[in-house]
């Protein structure tokens, strides 16, 4: 079972479910059953949790379908808890037209986030963070936000930031992570595409950033050297045709890998060159290796 937290307000589209902690839903991802406050705080007490996000133009149904399937191909052992964060990053327009509009309702989703584990989860021993996409806005946010002094790990994978971000905008956030990893693919065309077309007008609105930058999902850290904690980039190479939508599983989660991974070398061979999808597997083993 994959335990799922619920920022939105609606299935598809919408907006967050409010600001009110008390108004964020948490339920099991298989029965679909409501886990009340009190049960939930019993599942991560004393233990070592990791939230995972997805990213943008994912409704609810997809954003239930892709965390449960990275629960199963991650298979994260005791005391190690998975759990998915939902939030209403899918698009109610056209995507890329409205990725700025969602920009704002990440860095919202974050803050809510973060008072929701400072209130219902006070008792784990750790928090660690996953994210897809735009997900990382949502958890750079919320390791900001948060009362804890600490966040165990933060796990980026094609995050759809700034590649310099990380030593500027969310400085303050990466030096609360204990270990950063940051996963890139230059064969990410949604990020080559559509991230320099949106993200200025995300920037123009959140705090005015320059124009046409780079995306941390595809170019990696822009400047690795000033990180501030310890980190590992894993940088796909491009024989293995790595997109902006491989790395989440769908109705199919395709074959597993067991840990531990390294990171590759530009030109290694694909790691599984078979019929079932094999990269949200090999995402999954990025996770795995961390935490297994």
Known sequence: MTTLIDLRASPKGGGL????????????????????????RQRVAGRAVVLATHGFNVSGED???????????????????FIGVLWPGDSRFVPVLDYPIEG????????????????QMAGAASISMVSHSLGARVMLECVRRLQRPRVRTLMLMAAAVEWDS????YADSVAKVGRLHVVASR??????????????????LLKGHPLFRKALGREGPARPELLPVPHQVWQLPDGWKFGHGDYMPGKTAGRTFAPPGSPPHFDDAVPDPGPAPWRPGW?????ATEFC
Not at 17 to 40: A, K, N
Not at 104 to 119: C, E, M, Q, S, Y
């Open 17 to 40: 479910v409010g600001d009110d902690v008390d108004s964020v839903v948490v339920f099991d991802g298989t029965t679909r059953e409501t886990i009340f406050p009190d049960d939930l």
């Open 63 to 81: 954003g239930v379908l892709s965390l449960t399937g990275w629960e199963k191909l991650a298979r994260l052992p005791p005391p190690f808890v």
């Open 104 to 119: 704002g309702v990440a860095v919202k989703a974050g803050n809510l986030l973060a008072r929701f584990i400072d209130v």
């Open 166 to 169: 990380l030593s500027s905008e």
């Open 187 to 204: 064969e990410d065309l949604v990020l080559e595409a559509a991230f320099p077309v949106g993200n200025p007008f995300t920037q123009w």
């Open 283 to 287: 995402a999954a083993l990025i996770i």
